[in-house]
């Protein structure tokens, strides 16, 4: 009988730890880090959503692509790297292209896009930058590198009837230095420039 009475009690006692514990880490421990996200990082906890004149154009963390109906780039907007998640720039597919080095359709693809990117901008394929025909890991990456940024001056400023000598300065004023000033590479953030790019007469 104690034995039965005994295997109640380490049951009873384990459904209310179960009960606690469900209670606390799954319903109020979310909630409290919901409101502290909402309260001191209200932008970040909602996306880093980009909103122009009260519209939300994008997020500052996720890369679109700047392409007519038919998957052509558009001369007069500066162009984000390749992506390979979903149809391109898809939050809900995010990935690579898992494609080594080797791989033959990797090689083709960036061959592809660098006859595409030569010819557009009027550069040879050595002056290519590396981001510029291949996705990031994550297939989302909102930025390009100074140097592929810089590349596209000659073509937006033509496209859009700007002196390139402002475009350039525009780009210049985007860059975005190393993280806490020494971890990874400058970078470029192609929403926020095309954004600024817009207003530029």
Not at 108 to 126: E, F, M, P, Y
Not at 131 to 150: C, E, K, R
């Amino acid at each position: 009988m104690s034995t039965i009475s005994g295997q109640f009690r380490h049951t009873w006692t384990a459904i209310r730890a179960l009960a606690i514990l469900t209670v606390v880490l799954g319903i109020i421990f979310p909630l409290a880090i919901t409101a502290i996200g909402q309260v001191a990082f209200p932008a970040q906890a909602n996306g880093s959503l980009v909103k122009v004149d009260g519209k939300v154009v994008g997020s500052s963390l996720i890369g679109q692509s700047w392409v007519d109906a038919d998957g052509n780039a558009l001369p007069e907007w500066f162009q984000s790297r390749p992506s390979a998640a979903g149809d391109g720039y898809d939050g809900g597919a995010s990935s690579g292209s898992n494609y080594g080095p080797e791989n033959p359709d990797l090689i083709q693809a960036i061959k592809d896009r660098q006859a595409a990117i030569s010819a557009s901008d009027g550069v040879s394929v050595a002056q290519i930058p590396a981001d510029a025909v291949t996705a990031s890991g994550s297939g989302l990456d909102p930025h390009i590198s100074p140097a592929y940024a810089l590349l596209q001056v000659d073509r937006v400023a033509k496209a859009r009837g700007l002196d390139a000598a402002d475009v350039k300065s525009l780009v210049e004023s985007k860059i975005q230095g190393r993280d806490l000033g020494y971890l990874g590479e400058p970078t470029v953030n192609v929403l926020q420039l095309n954004i600024a790019l817009s207003t530029l007469k």
